[in-house]
């Protein structure tokens, strides 16, 4: 079997809830390969969403590790604290796992999450601006530039450049997330519930666009509830009582 | 560079940052205000110090004063450091004016006017020697009295003569000739060319001129009820300065209501002391003739001082040259203070270096052999001491400098408010901005890159403030009293700068460079400091928690 892209071991993680304590992942397992394209199904509160901030860098479990392309996203320290402090701040650790968000993944949410203050162009352009260090920004202003056109031509909004995410569709408003996911070429997009905010028309055309990128080499990891979305996916994996296993075939 | 672009951005489209920009602003100008004008006000006082005594004072604090003053004075006067140096006679004394029974207890100080006049700023204080050039003096006197002389008016071809209001030689040519002077001045800078005193109060005389649309006549004259004819009185007296507080009323407008009139006659009683500061019971009575009144501008002095001339103090007091009473030769004549006038730059190191040789001079005449000295003169020199006119007026310039620093001290602690507005203004921000600082942060930015977000964001806020409030607070200052001027023209009680409180006709409207640079940086730092405790909060902030904030 080839080395998977992204590998996920025995991934725990719990929530304090008052006096209680939620498990939501019990040792989850994980092998995603370059250029697939999975989606995870589950119930509501099943642990979809931190599971995919988990493989995206973006919460930190309390046992297990993701290993992207072999090296492990986390630090053995960071493991055991969920809270950041002042010396995780500063850390080599947060720094590491900043990297892989800036440059080897790609989010897109279900609220959109654009910043409302900037416009489609300058929305797109802030995933680059972000990945690169404040010195070197002016030799590479013109190529994010002009990347940020070419991704926001490619997802059909090459005439609202201008336009703020309030004068957007719901529809235009993910096509503008998911540019900004793209505008870096991620090695692996993370969709959480993209059409799930959306209507059917709406969704369809936001998953022919995904179902397009996959199509072009485009690593996918997808979240969703719908089985409908699901459908577009290689590979589709159930999320049930904080382990993954293969979805029965519909 | 997200993190500028992001600053920028939400100081442009965050209406609320506005009011931490004028927030900062105004504390920014009000603490540059406050510091200006108190700043000012200082250097007003520290200036009116130097011109009180001159700019090194040789003195023995002791009553009886010291010998061999003008031999000191000849000695010296060869440096080339010195410009001048004149002795002074301090006593004490109670004034007394007949006409209104007003009297008080007064400092009388014996002066050579013309050597004064060199080493200090006494003439420029005086009143009428301003408007009457070379009619101020110590020595006998009458009293000049305003007469009526007929004027034809509308020139030669008119038959309408009036009679107007004049005053005696020389009194009325001075007046002429100061008058020619400012005219020729002011034609050449461009200034009225009417020469009038605009710190007096309108008197009969001066009203009935402005009804013939005549020049005033600045000051307060007596008229001659015994004829038409102006003339001086024949009661010769000897001249006396005396201290403006004395002799009039400072309106809160900053005008002078004269009491009495020029050449009033003053009885001054005077302490009199032996050597050994013995006060003698019987006191030493003066008529003297009020001749002008000095304004330094310090009230202490200006309520409490009168001048006379030092020759008759001296003889007054007994301070002259006198046979020892154990028969053992001549007592040389004391004074009591020497002021010094100095060449121009000397200051500082300099001065106090100046003052060091200058005490060491006197010193050296103790054992001079030209000098018969006995045990209580050898005492009295032994005690003199050279201090720089800093030393001697820091009575006068330290409470003002306390004052400076404390009222900025205050207003610095007001302008915390500003810091803590910021800090709750950037929290808010924060909290609204929780779901952007995720976005950020899943986009890969750090959490020290977050933080430095809002840092920039409370600098930017500091400095935005700071130069609105610099350019706002030096216009306040530099317009200060056209502003108060305009205050005075809707409702005259809204006069901030009180002249009956205050010795300084304006307020000091200079903005010191170094001051505003002061408070711009510390406002910039507390903008900045105000800003941690968001940016500290917004880069902790876990991602997936922003992210999920409703």
């Known amino acids: 079997m080839s080395e998977p892209l992204l590998l996920a071991e025995d991934l725990h993680r719990s929530y304090q809830m008052g006096r209680f304590e939620l498990h939501v992942l019990r040792g989850c397992q994980l092998r995603l390969a370059a250029g697939e394209f999975i989606a995870i199904m589950g119930k509501s509160g099943s642990g979809k969403s931190t599971l995919l901030h988990i493989l995206g860098a973006l919460d930190v ?42 440059h080897a993944f790609g989010f897109v949410f279900q609220f959109y999450h654009l910043l409302p203050e900037l416009n489609v162009l300058e929305n797109v352009l802030l995933t680059r601006m972000v990945g690169t260090p404040t010195w070197s920004w002016r030799t590479v202003r013109a190529a994010a530039r002009r990347d940020a056109l070419e991704v926001v031509t490619r997802v059909g909004l090459a005439e609202r450049l201008k336009h703020r995410p309030n004068e957007l569709s719901g529809g235009e408003r993910q096509r503008v997330a998911i540019a ?17 905010n959306l209507d059917a028309e709406a969704g ?6 995904v179902a397009e990128l996959h199509r072009e080499g485009q690593t996918i990891v997808l979240v969703t509830h719908d089985p409908g979305i699901a459908r577009y996916a290689d590979r589709v994996l159930l999320l049930e009582e904080g382990r993954l296993r293969p979805a029965p075939p519909s | 560079m997200y993190k500028l672009f992001l ?33 000012g006000w200082l250097e007003m006082v520290k200036k009116q110090a130097r011109g009180l005594l001159g700019d090194v004072i040789v003195d023995n604090r002791a009553y009886p004063g010291f010998p061999l003053y003008q031999e000191f004075i000849d000695a010296i006067s060869t440096w080339p450091e010195i410009v001048k140096a004149t002795p002074v006679i301090y006593t004490y004394g109670l004034f007394h004016f007949g006409q209104t029974e007003q009297s008080g207890m007064v400092r009388v100080v014996g002066v050579r006017l013309h050597d004064v006049y060199e080493v200090n700023a006494f003439k420029p204080s005086l009143f009428y020697e301003r408007y009457y050039p070379g009619t101020t003096h110590l020595g006998e006197q009458g009293q000049p009295l305003g007469g009526w002389v007929p004027v034809i008016e509308g020139g030669h071809d008119s038959n309408t003569v009036i009679l107007l209001p004049r005053l005696p030689s020389p009194y009325q040519d001075a007046l002429e000739q100061a008058r020619r002077q400012h005219a020729e001045h002011a034609r050449q800078t461009g200034g009225d060319p009417l020469l009038r005193a605009s710190d007096e109060v309108e008197t009969p005389l001066s009203k009935a001129l402005h009804e013939h649309d005549q020049p005033p006549i600045p000051g307060y004259y007596a008229s001659n009820n015994d004829g038409d004819e102006p003339k001086i009185t024949e009661d010769l007296r000897p001249g006396l300065i005396l201290g403006r507080d004395i002799v009039a009323k400072r309106e809160s407008d900053g005008r002078y209501d004269r009491y009495y009139p020029r050449g009033t006659l003053v009885d001054v009683t005077l302490l009199n002391t032996s050597i050994r500061a013995r006060v003698d019971p019987v006191p030493i009575l003066q008529r003297f003739r009020y001749v002008d009144d000095s304004r330094t501008g310090i009230y202490d002095i200006d309520s409490q001082h009168v001048y006379c001339d030092f020759d008759l103090l001296q003889k007054l007091l007994e301070m002259g040259p006198a046979a020892r009473a154990d028969g053992s030769g001549v007592a040389p004549a004391r004074c009591s203070q020497i002021q010094i006038k100095v060449k121009g730059g000397l200051d500082g190191a300099a001065l106090r270096k100046l003052t060091e040789r200058l005490r060491e001079k006197y010193l050296s005449f103790l054992d001079d052999p030209r000098f018969s000295l006995d045990l209580t003169d050898r005492k009295l020199i032994s005690r003199i001491e050279a201090v720089t006119w800093q030393q001697s007026q820091a009575h006068i310039i330290a409470p003002v400098e306390k004052e400076k620093i404390l009222v900025t001290i205050l207003f610095g602690i007001i302008s915390l408010v500003a810091v803590a507005l910021i800090l709750c203004i950037l929290y808010m921000i924060v909290l609204q901005k929780t779901r952007d600082i995720g976005i950020v942060k899943a986009l890969g930015g750090s959490s020290g890159g977050v933080a430095l977000i809002f840092v920039i964001y409370g600098a930017a806020v500091g400095i935005t403030g700071s130069i609105l409030g610099t350019v706002f607070g030096t216009l306040v200052v530099k317009y200060i009293n056209e502003i108060q001027d305009f205050l005075i023209s809707i409702n005259p009680r809204w006069r901030v700068w009180d002249l009956q409180v205050y010795s300084f006709d304006r307020i000091p409207s200079e903005v010191d460079p170094w001051d505003a640079l002061f408070v711009v940086l510390a406002a910039i730092a507390a903008s900045t400091i105000g800003s941690l ?11 997936v928690e922003a992210i999920r904030h409703e």
Not at chain 2, 13 to 38: D, E
């Open chain 1, 61 to 102: 479990p309390q046992k297990g590790q993701v290993l992207f392309g072999g090296a492990p996203v986390f630090a053995p320290s960071q493991r055991r604290r969920l809270r950041t402090g002042l010396t995780d701040v500063f850390s080599a650790a947060e720094r590491r796992r900043i990297q892989f968000r800036a």
């Open chain 2, 533 to 543: 405790a968001a940016a500290w909060r917004a880069g902790t902030m876990q991602p």
């Open chain 1, 180 to 196: 900004r996911a793209l505008v870096h070429k991620p090695r692996i997009l993370f969709a959480d519930e993209p059409t799930g």
């Open chain 2, 7 to 39: 600053t920028l951005r939400y100081l442009r489209k965050r209406r609320i940052a506005y009011f931490a920009i004028a927030a900062v602003m105004l504390c920014v100008a009000m603490v540059l205000i406050v510091l200006s004008v108190m700043g």
């Open chain 1, 204 to 209: 369809r055309t936001i998953m022919e666009l």
